[in-house]
């Protein structure tokens, strides 16, 4: 069965303190593999989508990565309004639905 | 830029009740996805339409049913409504159903009591 496995489920950084988060998934044909930002109470919100293994998206202080099995979402000199919870998804072939993992909730302290 | 609209915002109703939520996608967007989020939860996949035909189908319970428009808009039907439902549901849009990405909505938050 297909699996989106995040970690960690919870980071606290300091502001400043650069980190990674994981997405592990397994998955017969990958279609793509997306990042999201979700805010409490709110609608996913797009950050990236990859293709390929190698691939690599950046976008302020956050750059995406894809392997074979795993992307990382590295966030570089986090500010406390990147605190969110971050949805890693994936769309296999021959579906049009996100699987989506569990979340990281990210906390970062001024 | 334009986003996906989502109407009600929030929905109260008693059990065995029925409710219609609404999304509007994205202009020039031709595909429509319905999700449901609860409490805790990562979104699950519930339904979607490309051209106004259901695309595909996830883990929707026999009591909801959904359709799309000629304006692309589209509405998801609840009806014997159950405690379990009360849910964040969400629409989502996407230009092309081959590899596009998903924009999500707001969402409807539903409560039934």
């Known amino acids: 069965e297909d699996q989106v496995t995040q970690s960690p489920e919870a980071l606290r950084l300091q502001e400043g303190e650069s980190s990674s988060l994981n997405c592990s998934y397994t998955?017969?044909?990958?279609?793509?593999l997306f990042w999201y930002r979700q805010d409490p109470g709110k609608g996913p919100e797009f950050l990236f989508t990859?293709?390929?293994a190698g691939e690599e998206k950046e976008k302020e202080r956050l750059k995406a990565t894809l392997t074979k099995k795993e992307s990382f979402l590295h966030i570089t000199a986090p500010k406390p309004e990147d605190s969110a919870t971050y949805l890693c998804?994936?769309?296999?072939?021959?579906?049009?639905?996100?699987?989506f993992g569990k979340g990281t909730k990210l906390t970062v302290n001024p | 830029a334009a986003g996906v609209i989502q109407s009600p915002r929030h929905l109260i109703k008693e059990k065995r009740e029925t409710a219609t939520l609404k999304c509007y996608p994205i202009?020039?967007?031709?595909?429509v996805y319905w999700y449901q989020q609860g409490p805790g939860q990562d979104p699950q996949f519930l339904i979607s339409?490309?051209?106004?035909?259901?695309?595909d189908k996830g883990s929707i319970p026999d009591r909801f049913s959904a359709q799309q428009f000629s304006d692309y808009h589209s509405e998801l039907n609840m009806s014997s409504l159950e405690l379990g439902d009360s849910a964040l549901y969400f629409c989502?849009?996407?230009?092309?159903?081959?590899?596009?990405?998903?924009?999500f909505g707001p969402g409807t938050r539903l409560l039934v009591l």
């Open positions: 998804a994936v769309l296999q072939g021959g579906s049009e639905k996100l699987v």
């Open positions: 998955v017969s044909g990958l279609r793509g």
């Open positions: 989502a849009s996407s230009r092309d159903r081959v590899q596009e990405t998903q924009y």
């Open positions: 990859l293709y390929s």
């Open positions: 339409f490309y051209e106004k035909m259901q695309s």
């Open positions: 202009p020039r967007h031709d595909t």
